[in-house]
């Protein structure tokens, strides 16, 4: 899958040492972690000893272009200078350290390097400072290159934030008010926003009438897809409209590089432009521009964010419907280690990618059509969504303006949902506790990302580093454990 909209990062690494050990120490294990990572990382040649060193270290990082850091401590290292460095870097930083080689090399081969963790976590917390650091942060050198390339996609999440601008259509549909939240907590994640009426984006619509590049775009949805194109007259107007926003993202990017959407889809969509959205959405998804529905914003984020991580496509789906206690019985009982409460169906109109449904169908919206004439309700992608592993999960800001989060892994089922839409019959253990006691007892909306594999332990910690309380990043609990508002005796 190509995708566009996708940070590069630059990895920097540099060791430092205690100037009472001896610096060769710490730069031969440097050299060591950099000939076991199999990633492109620059080696710093500095070795940080004392402010000064670090000033130069830092313009060396930004001379080669990094935009995220290892800080490696090779012995037990400068804690002054080491987290001056992650306060004056402008992007992620992780710090780990090494462990000793050899027993037979424990005198002046000794480094130290996990008493001086503890005093760099002091002093990193001393300073506000936020830095990433594994679940245990100290080992050779084959083991910190594995705890770099851990880190990748976590530096890759930071990145795409800080420099993300978020372009919004319309206000919230009503009785959909959950779908959004106020909006200071994005400027908060450095994130920027740019809220734009449903009639702007209609003028510019109109103006892209007869736009020479219509036939092309067009010639590629049919390619895409297939025997599935049940509605061929309404294409032109779907790549009229994909051109348009393709276009006001390039016209509207600003000083950012990275861009996610999101829009109104009804209910005054269909009747003015003719069609539904859906499909155009599902095609910027995924090439790494997603396009969340029913201007849900921090749906938006939590999306690229996904994407980011992954590298792939996400989506987006209501946490929808229960699965059928007849179905559970013959389909999912005996063959999937899942009771009734695990399972549940997602959904959504039709704005997954088709990379990510087992087979597809573009026609028309069976909901809107129950009230409008069907042929303004066209444009909508159904297909049963792919089986798999998969991530759902969501980044919101409440009404008073907290931030929290929630991860779950489990799986798509390879079960036949015979229904309509984007929908897949999706299963993560303990779901039913969890919809309880997480998504009904925190009011999180109905909407949810799901991110194609098992993302949680990279999720958390970017959640982690952007600045949400531990406390406010919800997990399925297993069996056995309780949520503080669960009942004990129940």
Known sequence: MNLSNMPEVKLGIVAVSRNCFPMTLSENRRKAVVAAYKGEIYECPTVIESETDMQKALAELREAGCNALVVYLGNFGPETAETLLVKYFHGPAMVVAASEETGDNLCQGRGDAYCGMLNASYNLKLRNLKAYIPEYPVGTAEEVAGMIEEFLPIARALVAVKNLKVISFGPRPQDFLACNAPIKRLYDLGIEIEENSELDLFESFKNHADDPRIPDVVKDMEAELGEGNKKPEILSKLAQYEITLLDWVEAHKGSRKYITLTTKCWPAFQTQFGFVPCYVNSRLTGRGIPVSCEVDIWGAVS???????????????????????????????????????????GFHCGNTTSGKLSFCSMKYQMIMARTLPEEVTQGTLEGDIVPGDITFYRLQSTADCKLRAYIAQGEVLPVATRSFGAIGIFAIPEMGRFYRHVLVEKNYPHHGAVAFGHFGKALYEVFKYLGIDVEEIDYNQPKGVLYPTENPFA
């Open 303 to 345: 999306e690229f964010i996904g994407t980011v991580i992954s590298q792939d496509a996400v989506t987006l789906l209501d946490i929808n419907n229960t699965v059928p206690a007849d179905m559970y019985e013959s389909e999912i009982k005996g063959k999937f280690n899942y009771t009734h409460k695990d399972t549940f169906m």
